[in-house]
């Protein structure tokens, strides 16, 4: 057997064992090791790259942003901002048809600019709006499906850890995808409240809807948001005024939430201890898997795969434009059955190689920029999709009274709203673009 070949059996066994349920940092940690002494003949050249991948991987400056983003994200939901944002929202929404709902998607658009988590945005305003949702009569397949729309609105709005993984890996400005992310963003919570809005008029019996609020209680709820414009201001404002890299807004952003939540009384010392050990098992869960990737993406540059892929595609002569809507359609199956930052770190080794070779009429920095941000979209559609949408089990949990079919069923016009965006993303570049080319 040769290395190409043993390259591209390497994919079905990693998905075998995936399936078996072997955690995904640990199989691609397997398969990469195990492929790598084959293909050297040895053990001995594998212990001598775990010694020095291990090493090179964890002391990565760049990858010090993912814990101090996370810790973020849970000094944010201890100072309470959460609640701030949904209220705020609901004042100005809620007298809407469907308002309330709205409120929601806007309040986690407002706490992902600050925590940069799918699925703490998701856990966090689901405890916050679903009673609300509740009080004024929204049936439980639309208030889980709601949450867990709007939480991937999390990963999609800066910070997010997820961008930062991608600039990794394909060695691109973390400042810049984050900009690029602004408008594809304000585009996605635009799109679930217009989706809302539809549902309510073909099922106007689903919802009560909120008495409308005085201006004077609007502005008040308003002027209560301040610790989040705030905090976003210090960490995004302060990477595009050069006041700090993004691994230093990081760390600004932590301190910052986490002297808002002390004086809000959240942060008590059970607290703080609570969220440093839940901040370091997601950084440990999250560097596992990209331990593993990296001994995973070694093998295959080893064994030639992504340079014989992007060869072979080159020469079949297709369209761009071809190749980019079938990378984004398997995405879209691979989000059935994977988790957002397993499918990145997997297939962006991959795919990104034949991206690079294909003429959009962009720059090749504008290009990766563009791919990335409609990766990120894809993979955050694969947080909503049945039947293994993380976002969904993860609401769905917090509503025991409502059955994951009714939640499926719910989610869809939210699933067809992100491929209608995904469509007009792909179409018109400029879109995501127009930010990136005004400031730099």
Known sequence: MSDLQLGMLSLPLLLILIFLRMPIGLAMLVVG?????????????????????????????????VPLFLLMGQF?????????????????????????????????????????????TAATMGQVAMPELKRYGY?????????????TLGI?????????????????????????AFIPGFLAAIGYMITISIYMRLSPGNAQVRTRVPYRERLVALVDVWPVLLVFFLVVGGIYLGWFTPTEAAA?????????????GGLTRKAFSTSIMATASNTAMIFIIILGAGFYNAFLALTQVPQEISAFVVSQGFSPWTVLIIILALYLVFGCVMDSLSMILLTIPIFFPIISTLDFGLTAEETAI??????LIVVEVGLITPPVGMNLFVINAMDPTTRIIHTYKAVLPFVASDIV?????????SITLVLLRWIY
């Open 33 to 65: 090791l195990g492929g790598t002494a084959w293909v050297s003949g040895g053990t001995l050249i594998v212990l001598a790259k775990l010694k020095g991948e291990t090493y090179s991987t964890f002391s990565s400056y760049s990858l010090s942003i």
């Open 76 to 120: 944010a939901t201890l100072g309470g901002m959460s609640s701030a944002l949904f209220k705020a929202a609901e004042t100005w929404l809620g007298h809407r048809k469907g308002g309330v709902a709205m409120a929601a998607v806007g309040a986690c658009a407002g706490f992902g600019s600050i925590c940069g988590s799918s699925l703490a």
């Open 139 to 151: 049936s439980g397949g639309l208030s889980t499906a709601t949450l867990a729309a709007g939480g």
């Open 156 to 180: 999609l709005i800066p910070p997010s850890v997820v961008l930062v993984i991608y600039a990794i890996l394909t060695e691109q400005n973390i400042a810049k995808l984050f900009l690029a």
């Open 252 to 264: 600004i952003g932590a301190a910052g939430t986490g002297i808002i939540a002390y004086f809000n």
């Open 370 to 375: 563009w791919f990335g941000i409609l990766v």
């Open 421 to 429: 965006r995904t469509g007009i993303l792909v179409a018109f570049p």
